[in-house]
T-cell receptor, first 115, second 113 residues
């Protein structure tokens, strides 16, 4: 069975400092992993996805994530936070080739940016 | 521009009333989905449809109904049987070639009067 755990419900960083949002997953098969971002009262936007190619995945807006099978982790990072990064971030796991019923969303991490 | 539209942005429901949320996409995607989002929680799947005139229940289908008469449209009805309907509702779609990457609409916030 699949599961995904976002280890922090809220992360606060200063503008210009690095961002780390942590995600651990559990999957019986080869997983696809995603990070989505949601700004207040908006839909979700895809940041990046991993589907068994390169383990370091680059996404939009300077974000990247590294797939570590030995640690079952897929943490999201950004070298320097910007005020516009303040949003909710969701880690998502899917067994590759599966249907919608097998796509599991984490509970989300709210990122706050201090001026 | 291709995308997914949801309407209305805000919807108010009275006790005992059925309300319908609209979701339309012009991405030529085959599959469409409805999720419910509550504060501090991830998204929970209500219903999904992979082809026209066919749909399946998700994890929390009770109190909801859907139809898929056209490829572009997947309306969700929140019935009076749904006792706690206050939430943010998100519609999504996927292409047949990549059923894992979902594209989301802007959402509808449903409030109970």
């Amino acid at each position: 069975a699949q599961s995904v755990t976002q280890l922090d419900s809220h992360v606060s960083v200063s503008e210009g400092t690095p961002v780390l949002l942590r995600c651990n997953y559990s999957s019986s098969y080869s997983p696809s992993l995603f990070w989505y971002v949601q700004h207040p009262n908006k839909g979700l936007q895809l940041l990046l996805k991993y589907t068994s190619a390169a383990t370091l995945v680059k996404g939009i807006n300077g974000f990247e994530a590294e797939f570590k099978k030995s640690e079952t982790s897929f943490h999201l990072t950004k070298p320097s936070a910007h005020m516009s990064d303040a949003a909710e971030y969701f880690c998502v796991v899917s067994d590759q080739g599966s249907s919608a019923s097998k796509i599991i969303f984490g509970s989300g991490t709210r990122l706050s940016i201090r001026p | 521009d291709g995308g997914i539209t949801q309407s209305p942005k805000y919807l108010f429901r009275k006790e005992g009333q059925n309300v319908t949320l609209s979701c339309e996409q012009n991405l030529n995607h085959d599959a469409m989905y409805w999720y419910r989002q509550d504060p501090g929680q991830g998204l929970r799947l209500i219903y999904y449809s992979q082809i026209v005139n066919d749909f399946q229940k998700g994890d929390i289908a009770e109190g909801y109904s859907v139809s898929r008469e056209k490829k572009e449209s997947f309306p969700l009805t929140v019935t009076s049987a749904q006792k706690n309907p206050t939430a943010f509702y998100l519609c999504a779609s996927t292409h047949a070639s990549d059923q894992e990457t979902q594209y989301f609409g802007p959402g509808t916030r449903l409030l109970v009067l």
